[in-house]
């Protein structure tokens, strides 16, 4: 037999990453052409780009970004991670369009709306993994907890007897804060739209918009939640593992244009980054990660505030303590990264729920075009990561309602409360 070249080795992997979902003719017929041909560039497996600049917020959940930047699981394939540190998800967004960052740790909603143009400008782009799951937090005010409110019952009995103007925060308006909120004061009988009023801040800046009473409550990402608390300025409510345990959170993502040009950059950072989650997820570690993220040109917070949640550690500011099972989450056996096209879809249906799409589209087709599934699959084998058996999963959220994304169009004219 002749020499197996490189493109023969990187075919066999990419059909062992199908045989991985039962050699499926489906699953295959799901991948774009476009995508199977690009992903191995010109035969070669080395990245064509070896340095890449990767945006992150400050938040606990750019953990994975971070780690494998700072102990080097990037040079192992081939590339050097440059982070980012950004003001906010609108500069992450814009800096990812014009191509000043290559990829970046961001708000799951934020790539899907980025696709449709929803709010802004257009442009086709790409979930490459799912970063985290859970580890959010609605946290309210402790004047609201100063007129007996400690839940979303009774934040609801309080809005309908003293009438004012109640605020309420999150992050971006596609984004994942905006969609657990506006989830949470539904299930709660609070209309998001109608009832109360709600604004867009930048993470950092929750606590010290908090403090100055221009909010009522907010929901940001870990560890602003507790930073909340340490600071006796609010209480957390709700965590969003309480809202849908195990939720899609960041994502790793890019523009379709940085994957279609270094799909073999791409696979190498997905590679990375997965191992960076296996290793912050051994729960041994977690101190360090807390202590290597909390410095000031990361996350700049101290180092309690943030391993304290970390670790599953919970202290809601009211009373209760716990150890909860379904803290921040960035592998769980790989559970946690695989992009899931119900994940993605998901947001589709809150978008039009709440009218930032204005008609029912193709749900399964958008997220089949933004998921990448043929490139994460390659990553993953190569990584020696798992993979499901299907690319949907099946979940029961804080109201009840199960979302297995089997009828994206009827889940999201379901709710009654909608714009």
Same mark, same amino acid.
Not at 86 to 99: M, Q, Y
Not at 345 to 366: C, N, P, S
């Given at each position: 037999m002749?020499?197996?070249?490189?493109?023969?080795r990187g075919r066999r992997r990419f059909l062992k990453s199908v045989a991985a979902y039962g050699g499926s003719a489906a699953f295959a017929a799901m991948v774009p052409p476009a995508i199977r041909q690009s992903a191995w560039a010109a035969g070669s497996d080395a990245p064509e780009k070896k340095e890449v600049k990767v945006g992150f917020i400050p938040l606990t959940?750019?953990?994975?970004?971070?780690?494998?930047?700072?102990?080097?699981?990037? #040079?192992?394939?081939?590339?050097?991670?440059?982070?980012?540190?950004?003001?906010?998800?609108?500069?992450?967004?814009?800096?990812?369009?014009?191509?000043? !960052?290559?990829?970046?740790?961001?708000?799951?909603?934020?790539?899907?709306?980025?696709?449709?143009?929803?709010?802004?400008s257009r442009k086709d782009m790409a979930v490459l993994m799912n970063l985290n799951h859970n580890g959010q937090a609605i946290t309210l005010s402790n004047q609201l907890k100063g007129k007996g409110v400690t839940d979303g019952a009774s934040l609801q009995k309080l809005i309908g007897t003293e009438k004012r #103007?109640?605020?309420?925060?999150?992050?971006?308006?596609?984004?994942?804060?905006?969609?657990?909120?506006?989830?949470w004061l539904a299930a709660n009988g609070v209309h998001p739209f109608n009832d109360v009023k709600t604004i867009t801040v930048?993470?950092?800046?929750?606590?010290?918009?908090?403090?100055?009473?221009?909010?009522?409550?907010?929901?940001?990402?870990?560890?602003?939640?507790?930073r909340a608390i340490y600071d006796n300025i609010g209480f957390t409510a709700e965590t969003t593992q309480g809202i849908w345990k195990d939720h899609p959170e960041k994502v790793?993502?890019?523009?379709?244009?940085f994957v279609q040009n270094y799909p073999n950059t791409t696979r190498a950072m997905i590679m990375a980054v997965?191992?960076?989650?296996?290793?912050?997820?051994?729960?041994?570690?977690?101190?360090?990660?807390?202590?290597?993220i909390a410095d000031k040109s990361y996350v700049n917070c101290?180092? @309690?505030?943030?391993?304290?949640? !970390?670790?599953?550690?919970?202290?809601?500011?009211?009373?209760?303590?716990?150890?909860?099972? @379904?803290?921040?989450?960035?592998y769980n056996g790989g559970f946690v990264n695989f992009p899931w096209l119900s994940d993605g879809m998901w947001f589709l249906t809150q978008h039009k729920r709440w009218g930032l799409l204005?008609?029912?589209? @193709?749900?399964?087709?958008?997220?089949?075009?933004?998921?990448?599934?043929?490139?994460?699959?390659?990553?993953?084998?190569?990584?020696?990561?798992?993979?499901?058996?299907?690319?949907?999963?099946?979940s029961k959220l804080i109201d009840g309602v199960v979302w297995d994304g089997k009828d994206p169009k009827k889940y999201a004219g379901s709710f009654a409360i909608k714009v």
């Amino acid at each position: 037999m002749g020499k197996v070249t490189s493109r023969q080795r990187g075919r066999r992997r990419f059909l062992k990453s199908v045989a991985a979902y039962g050699g499926s003719a489906a699953f295959a017929a799901m991948v774009p052409p476009a995508i199977r041909q690009s992903a191995w560039a010109a035969g070669s497996d080395a990245p064509e780009k070896k340095e890449v600049k990767v945006g992150f917020i400050p938040l606990t959940d750019c953990a994975s970004v971070l780690i494998a930047s700072v102990m080097k699981f990037d #040079e192992k394939y081939g590339i050097k991670i440059t982070p980012s540190k950004e003001a906010s998800w609108a500069s992450v967004r814009d800096k990812l369009v014009n191509g000043e !960052l290559d990829a970046s740790h961001v708000l799951y909603g934020l790539i899907y709306g980025v696709q449709l143009g929803l709010g802004g400008s257009r442009k086709d782009m790409a979930v490459l993994m799912n970063l985290n799951h859970n580890g959010q937090a609605i946290t309210l005010s402790n004047q609201l907890k100063g007129k007996g409110v400690t839940d979303g019952a009774s934040l609801q009995k309080l809005i309908g007897t003293e009438k004012r #103007e109640y605020t309420f925060a999150h992050t971006f308006p596609t984004g994942t804060h905006a969609m657990w909120i506006y989830y949470w004061l539904a299930a709660n009988g609070v209309h998001p739209f109608n009832d109360v009023k709600t604004i867009t801040v930048p993470p950092p800046q929750m606590v010290a918009n908090m403090r100055v009473g221009n909010m009522d409550g907010f929901c940001v990402g870990e560890p602003w939640g507790n930073r909340a608390i340490y600071d006796n300025i609010g209480f957390t409510a709700e965590t969003t593992q309480g809202i849908w345990k195990d939720h899609p959170e960041k994502v790793l993502g890019a523009t379709a244009e940085f994957v279609q040009n270094y799909p073999n950059t791409t696979r190498a950072m997905i590679m990375a980054v997965l191992d960076a989650s296996r290793f912050i997820d051994t729960m041994a570690n977690r101190r360090k990660v807390a202590e290597i993220i909390a410095d000031k040109s990361y996350v700049n917070c101290p180092v @309690d505030i943030i391993n304290q949640r !970390l670790e599953g550690q919970y202290d809601n500011g009211i009373g209760r303590k716990w150890g909860d099972p @379904d803290y921040m989450k960035f592998y769980n056996g790989g559970f946690v990264n695989f992009p899931w096209l119900s994940d993605g879809m998901w947001f589709l249906t809150q978008h039009k729920r709440w009218g930032l799409l204005r008609e029912d589209i @193709d749900y399964l087709a958008v997220a089949k075009s933004v998921n990448r599934i043929a490139l994460f699959s390659e990553a993953a084998t190569q990584a020696k990561v798992p993979l499901p058996k299907e690319p949907m999963r099946s979940s029961k959220l804080i109201d009840g309602v199960v979302w297995d994304g089997k009828d994206p169009k009827k889940y999201a004219g379901s709710f009654a409360i909608k714009v």
